[in-house]
């Protein structure tokens, strides 16, 4: 019982420090919505995220041939993040014009509300497929039992869920943190392509800069509002 624990936690760990990523992409994309729309699009995306991951979880138990290369020496999980990868650096790179040029793509006519819930919401679950591949097959060559798999995947999700809506607002509400977080998601693309193509790269080499520029960001940000108060 206390391995079991333990792989739980491990793994419970491993979803969050992925989910980084999820909080980063349904931060960009709900706020293309409707405030009134967001946290339920960001409920009902992660909700619909996490049945597609527990369905991967025993497709991949399943079919131990995910990782067989199928074309050339490409398997089904490198094709899943060539795509994903290519869509990932796509949205990121139009969400930064968009922002700079002041061009909201969702404000044409011709696009309903409904559409625009609806298309959120399908990136959200598809990205999401894209970045949890990795973990998947990662939890499940630690261990073949789904009740712990599952369960930290509930659990890490219920994080996700509180911490998406708070971050995604102050993102939101700084469009230079905008930026800068749709700049992290084209390196995150950028990482998710060259795995694909099976060049490793360190996480470290991710986060650790990541983190530095966000930090640079944040004491920016604290200048700026000191500065305005002695102003004021």
Request: net charge neutral; glycine share 8%.
């Amino acid at each position: 019982m206390a391995d079991a624990l333990g792989l739980l936690a491990l793994l419970i760990g491993l979803e969050l420090v992925l989910g980084v990523d999820n909080v980063l992409v349904i931060a960009i994309f709900v706020g293309r919505l409707p405030d009134t729309q967001r946290q339920k699009a960001r409920l009902i995306g992660l909700s619909l995220a996490m049945l597609a991951r527990i369905v991967m979880l025993a497709v991949v138990v399943a079919l131990t041939g995910l990782t067989r290369p199928v074309v050339s020496d490409l398997s089904v999980r490198d094709l899943i993040l060539l795509a994903g990868g290519l869509f990932l650096l796509y949205k990121a790179v139009r969400e930064i014009h968009h922002t700079v040029e002041f061009r909201d793509e969702d404000g044409h006519p011709e696009t309903s509300a409904g559409e625009a819930f609806a298309a959120v919401i399908g990136q959200i679950v598809l990205l999401d497929i894209v970045f949890s591949i990795d973990s998947v097959i990662t939890a499940v060559g630690l261990t073949q039992h789904l009740w712990i798999i599952i369960t930290a995947v509930v659990l890490s999700f219920i994080g996700i869920l509180f911490f998406a809506g708070p971050i995604g607002d102050f993102i939101l509400r700084h469009p230079a943190l905008k930026i800068l977080a749709l700049s992290f998601l084209i390196t995150i693309g950028v990482t998710i392509f060259m795995e694909g193509l099976h060049k490793h790269v360190p996480k470290a080499y991710i986060y650790l800069p990541m983190g530095f520029a966000l930090m640079v960001e944040i004491l920016q940000m604290r200048y700026e509002h000191n500065r305005q108060r002695l102003k004021g």
